[in-house]
């Protein structure tokens, strides 16, 4: 059983940056793709990014690219969301996710774990 705990998110301005990370535990991080995931209120859980359990491949949402970056450090069971140029829209409670294979990556449904989020709000 892997546990997540995300950390990171605060209140920003319009155009700041943020880096959120994501702690694992109880399973050996090097075998899960990460994801991140965002929902903000009345609207449903949106793929941001993801990254293959090595670190090889990385994915990121349009809405984010170039404004995004995931990575990893297996050494130490974290992965990490660097978010520049925030936007209002950007404002969501932000969620990493474990699963075993990085197919289907943008699929919430796919990912077998989850940490409980953090809360990113971006004030125009």
């Known amino acids: 059983q892997v546990q997540l705990v995300e950390s990171g998110g605060g209140l920003v301005e319009a155009g700041g940056s943020l880096n959120l990370s994501c702690a694992a535990s109880?399973?050996?991080?090097?075998?899960?793709?990460m994801g991140w995931f965002r929902q903000a209120p009345g609207k449903e859980r949106e793929f941001v990014a993801a990254i293959s359990a090595s670190g090889n491949s990385r994915f990121h949402a349009d809405s984010v690219k170039g404004r995004a970056t995931i990575s990893r450090n297996n050494a130490e069971n974290t992965a990490f969301l660097r978010l520049n140029n925030l936007k209002f829209e950007d404002t969501a409670r932000y969620y990493c996710?474990?699963?075993?294979?990085?197919?289907?990556?943008?699929?919430?449904?796919?990912?077998?774990?989850w940490g409980q989020g953090t809360q990113v709000t971006v004030s125009s």
């Open positions: 109880g399973g050996t991080f090097s075998d899960y793709s």
């Open positions: 996710a474990a699963d075993r294979t990085i197919v289907r990556y943008m699929d919430v449904k796919k990912y077998d774990f």
